[in-house]
């Protein structure tokens, strides 16, 4: 065994062996894997294999298409068959909600260049003559869809990277993992010790072990899984020799099932209702290569269904059950990347579907250890996604409602009660009693509308227009026209302090730094000019900054942060430490100045000044400016104030016709500003130019990416940011949702970040990127909403006040 190496990868299923794979094939070969049984050992011997590019998120599918397409080539290269079976796939819709969700699927496809047919019942059963038509409205048919042999692949990987110079010790196993001060990591084994740079936890079912080893607890459990395989059957002998071909695999949301030939019988796989964690607390390092008890009570809802729409497995003898282990993430995505506040420790677990993932997964792992970027826009998997609050109780009941949903449909506007509510703010059950309805991130909850007084306070889920469609219009139209207050705490919010902080962020942002009392906004990018962060930044003193940003990368961002820190600089996570609540309107300043002594005038407090001042009895840092581009301000205050602020406001608010509005008002009004938001039109794939930054970037300064961006101004940005209105509306409305593909001449040309109707213009509207050389104002381009292609001006400027006088009045 080598004393050291630049990294040891623990864990040899099909994920470690991937992670392997690909760096070799980036150039770093002193690489070894650790794996304490023989590879495949965990949950990947026993996998179905079935591999398919579909997923709710678009990214997640092209790596997804990735992965599938790999395993020709290291089939070839390796030697090792890989046992692969293109046999296309359906899946299976048996009502319009459904057939929707698969339209939507297949238009998001279009984009990556993943090319699904959507096809009818009748045709379904051309190709699949097991089942019952009568059952379903139709099908998304994927020929990029099929299985393959899980031992094989993953030897087909490891041998491939073992070429390379990769060495492998199976039958080893890690007990401890030391780091040294300088970062580097003793890896304690039972075969020796190895001195490693970096450390990837690719432990599939013992990934939380592995974590715990350094005081990580990831947000990870197993859940058992069943499938069931039977004799062989006539019907499928007899498609065989027919077409001369394997039967597709078929997804069937309604029986919460897939099936695929195997042999020359039916597999058929459950994620049944009664779903049931495996090892929920420690997972036993005993447990090698077995299998668990089958419990077919436990799918017999399942297996109903199945008889009922393939008939013909009612009457074909069982000839095994397979019940085994495998791993699941809080959201049911992968966790991948730095772990936060570890160096160089690197995750790649939470693999549930190992077959269609792991390839992707290991290369966009392997560029973030080499390139420091993971090449792929991957924040769906980032392992920062979730923060400390992710704890056990909370994976378990987010993974069991995750398994039990595997196949359901989450609407956009669809919010999982599991884990909630879990953070709250003072405001909540004052708020609650408004009737708030509402919605978490990131663990918080935040008001989405406001039900009237007297309605159950629900939102019906919709890929339309909901019932709080209505109301959210009341919400924007009070905000406009008089004063709105709403609750703003779900932000994340940092406080940059220390001797070098000035410098240290000016080297960070695009944007110069505002001057105390004043906040700006900025960008901060990586080197190569991609936008990893988009924030407010308000100056309170020479060193001393408050950071506003997106609530979900809060992780993620402190973790950029944390990487790049300066000596005697310090930098703090504030979380709901700090609260707010934002007052928003034409009315918004005679409000607040009836509960002030400091004066709120313009010329005194001009648009985009942040300072602290008292409100009655309350200290608070409030900020000229708001979200929904009026008339406006944030409030900051320590929580324990946060509910008089609100009393305080809500009488002072009365005689001004004040109300109370959500998150999806605030959404329609930001949009109508032509306001683009974090993780939607500002990503890691693009870049402040695309983006249209252009206030946040002045080169007067050096900051990380600037020559990237000098270069790309040099060239023009093969993208561009649009803003498109999408009116006159067809008779059954629809708004984007995000994805959706843009048509220009008959082709895609584009995609959708995000959009809502403007309620208070009467438009709806959405933000995508095009290319440059279309992206001309007026220009006439078509958005497919829920597959019909809707007509679409773009336009450079917002639909409503572009002077943006309503904000500085
Ligand atoms: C019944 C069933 C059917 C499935 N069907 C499919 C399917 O059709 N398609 C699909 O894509 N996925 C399927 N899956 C899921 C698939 O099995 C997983 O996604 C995949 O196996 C995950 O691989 P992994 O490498 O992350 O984890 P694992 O396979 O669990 O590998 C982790 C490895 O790490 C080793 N290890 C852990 N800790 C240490 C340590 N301290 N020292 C040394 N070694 C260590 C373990 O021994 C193990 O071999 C199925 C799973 C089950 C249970």
Redesign the pocket.
Known sequence: MKSSAQVVV?????????VLFHLTELGWTDVVL??????????????????HTLNGDPNVAKLQQYTVGLYREIEQRSGRNCGIHMSGGLTLAGDRERMDWLRMAQARGRYLGIDMEIISPAEAKQLFPLLEEQYFVGALFDPAEG?VD?TGV?WAYATCARQAGAEIYQH????DLRQRPDGTWDVI?DGGEIHAEHIVN??????R??GR?IGLELPVLA?????LITEDMAEVAEYNAVTGRDLPMGMDFDGEL?IRQEGGGMLL?TYEQACVPWSPRQTP?TF?QQLLTPDLDRIAPSLEVAFKHYPALASAGIKNV??????FAADGNPLVGPVPGVRNCWA???????????GGVGLTLAHWMVDGDPGEDIWAMDVARFGSWANLAYTNAKVRENYSRRFRITFPNEELPAGRPLHTTPVYDRLTAHNAVWGASFGLEHPLWFQRAGEEPREDVSFRRSNAFPVVAEECEMVRERVGLTECSNFAKYRVTGAGAADWLQGLFTNRLPRVGRINLTAALDPDGHIVGEFSVARVGTDDFFLFGSQIAEAHHSRWFGGHLADGVRFDVLALSVVGLSLAGPGARDVLQSVTEASLATEDYPFMTFRRIDIGMIPAYVGRMTYTGDLGYEIWVAPEYQRALFDLLWQAGQPYGIGLFGFRALMSLRMEKMFGTWAREYRPIYTPVQARMNRSLKLDHDFIGRAAVEAELARGPARTLGYFDITPEPAEPADVVGDEPIWHDGAVVGWVTSGAYAHYSRRSLAFGYVPTELAVPGAMFEVEIIGQRRPARLLFEPVLDPAGQRMRA
């Open positions: 623990i864990g040899g299923g099909v994920v470690g062996a991937s650790v794996e304490r049984k023989e590879l495949t050992a965990g949950s990947t011997w026993h996998a179905a294999g079935g591999m299985h899980p993953t080893t196993w890690v007990s084994t690719a432990g599939g079912l013992w990934a072990e592995v080893m859940m058992e899984h069943m499938y897939y796989g390092w090698d397979i019940n085994g282990p495998f791993t790649a677990c939470a693999v549930m579907a190992g077959l269609s993932q792991g």
